[in-house]
């Protein structure tokens, strides 16, 4: 078993700036991908980062590429995401995932993670 929580969500104004940050605990040995997904009222819940450990590999979400960086600390217990340029549709509750069987690349589809985050809120103000 994995747990994860997430961190560092709040409420910022556009064009600003917010770090989260994913701490893994448990069989973190296990884990061999961790992302980040988000969740806006009404709206389904949408890849937005990810890392794999093959390699280091990461991917973003086209709506985010350039303003959000995806990081993992040495031990590979922490993951974070670094936002910039925030924008009124980046409003939602974020969600940290790791998958625990292996895989070569960074999966997308939230059924290919294992383990989940309660979520941290974060809302950007026009």
């Known amino acids: 078993q994995v747990q994860l929580a997430e961190s560092g969500g709040g409420l910022v104004q556009a064009g600003g700036s917010l770090a989260l940050s994913c701490a893994a605990s448990g069989r973190t040995f296990s884990m061999n991908a961790m992302g980040w997904f988000r969740q806006a009222p009404g709206k389904e819940r949408e890849f937005v980062a990810g890392v794999n450990w093959s390699g280091g590999s990461t991917s973003y979400a086209d709506s985010v590429k350039g303003r959000f960086t995806i990081s993992v600390d040495s031990a590979k217990t922490t993951v974070f995401l670094q936002m910039n340029s925030l924008k009124p549709d980046d409003t939602a509750v974020y969600y940290c995932?790791?998958?625990?069987?292996?895989?070569?690349?960074?999966?997308?589809?939230?059924?290919?993670?294992?383990?989940w985050g309660q979520g941290t809120q974060v809302t950007v103000s026009s």
């Open positions: 995932a790791a998958r625990l069987r292996y895989i070569t690349y960074v999966p997308s589809n939230k059924d290919a993670y294992d383990a």
